[in-house]
């Protein structure tokens, strides 16, 4: 922190340090940004921030975010209601929608299973998803986990959740890359791993 910063600034930096992506260092030169555009940037951007933390939620249905609940997805009826595309976050969701390949619907779990952090079951939206599934409505749950160990063991887990159900139960094909995250994928490869899904 800056020597002669305030405690304002002081306070800004650590909290904008605390961002994905950004450490101290990005901190400091994002507070700078802001304060030297203090009109056109950083005004608006706490306006934007106060709106979000005012009206934005959590769907109730598919637990992703929206200002409204049900959130638009699970309102709109042009979509398919039988399909449910499973995701780790809602990160996941907004790279799913910006390839318009999926015309289903989501089921946000908020995370994955990890015994290092702490994350079982319990800490996943994953009964939700089970009911959902057991209603008698859908046909098809697929499972759009990231590639790595912790995706890989959450799928089998809820592969074997599911089973009950009778349920078909398909993951991306492997056109996603190993250790790779959907919200880094470009559309086209998205649009192929949901073409090429297999059976979990």
Known sequence: MAASAGPE??????????????GPRSGRRA???LLKKRDTLLAPLALAMAEAQAKVRTCGVCGSLDVTDPCAIC?????DPRLICVVEEVGSV??????????GRYHVLGGLLSALDGMGPESLRVGELVARVGDGQVSEVILALPA??????????????????AVPVTML???????????????????QALRARRPA
Do not use: C, N
């Open 173 to 191: 094909a492997r056109g996603v890359p190993v250790g790779g995250d959907l919200d880094w994928l470009d559309d086209g490869t998205i649009a």
């Open 9 to 22: 600034i002081e306070r800004l930096i650590a909290l904008l340090s605390k961002l994905p992506g950004l």
């Open 94 to 103: 907004w790279a799913m929608e910006r390839g318009g390949s999926f015309k």
């Open 75 to 79: 309102s709109d009826m042009t979509r």
């Open 148 to 165: 790595t160990v912790d995706g890989q063991t959450t799928a089998h887990y809820l592969a074997d959740r599911l089973a009950p159900t």
């Open 31 to 33: 507070a700078l940004a």
